[in-house]
């Protein structure tokens, strides 16, 4: 069983478009955070949650909204996208704050 | 704040030889540090992480890394490189209480040749 899981895995889009990632973890984990990895592979993080709360929220356009249904799921949902929003997105999750497991990551590509 | 530096943004080792990547990192509270790998396409695996404990840290794959506090560092060792050892290797930092972020590094792409 995948532990933390992403989907879609890839994503082609139109400028303009707006899509959804989603992310689904069994590990039981409290927390969840979504990170952009660039073209360079640098990871940067962007939210996180805590049991369905906001906890951290990174300078990140408001055209980005994080969505937590429950403690196991958090979804991205990115509207008017843009060329600039072309990179890997990856879902984690941790439990103890310290170990945070990652997911397989979403592969967005706008043309 | 944290910050991470990771020396080299290539490192080429022959099958076989010593694998050591750096990473120097820059915390105004103790830190918890982090080695994560990223296969090809892949998400990143956690290799080996220090929260405090022993300060010589025990990895999968026999990789393991030393944090060192007066130098600031917390390189990553393998004895011997193995063809499958090949990969993106980012280094980690974060503060130790509470809710807290990863921040990483740039990356460093390890490359075996046989």
């Known amino acids: 069983d995948t532990a933390v899981s992403q989907t879609p895995k890839y994503l082609v889009t139109q400028m303009g478009n707006d899509k959804s990632i989603k992310c689904e973890q069994n590990l039981g984990h409290d927390t969840m955070y979504w990170y952009k990895q660039d073209s360079k592979k640098f990871l940067k993080i962007m939210f996180s949650y805590n049991n369905k709360e906001l906890i951290i929220n990174e300078t990140v356009p408001n055209r980005f909204s994080p969505k937590s249904p429950d403690k196991a799921h958090l979804n991205l949902h990115i509207n008017s996208l843009e060329l600039g929003d072309s990179a890997v997105y990856f879902c984690a999750s941790s439990q103890d704050l310290k170990t945070q497991y990652f997911g397989p990551g979403t592969r967005l590509l706008v043309l | 704040a944290q910050s991470v530096t990771q020396l080299g943004s290539h490192v080429s080792v022959s099958e076989g030889a010593l694998v050591l990547l750096r990473c120097n990192y820059s915390?105004?509270?103790?830190?918890?540090l982090f080695w994560y790998v990223q296969y090809p396409n892949q998400g990143l695996q956690l290799l080996l992480k220090y929260t405090s404990a022993a300060t010589l840290v025990k990895g999968i794959n026999g990789f393991e890394a030393e944090f060192k506090k007066s130098e600031t560092s917390f390189h990553l060792t393998k004895p011997s490189a193995h063809m499958s050892d090949a990969a993106e290797y980012f280094c980690a930092v974060s503060g130790n209480t509470g809710f807290q972020k990863l921040v990483f590094g740039t990356g460093t792409r390890l490359l075996v040749s046989p």
């Open positions: 915390s105004s509270v103790p830190p918890y």
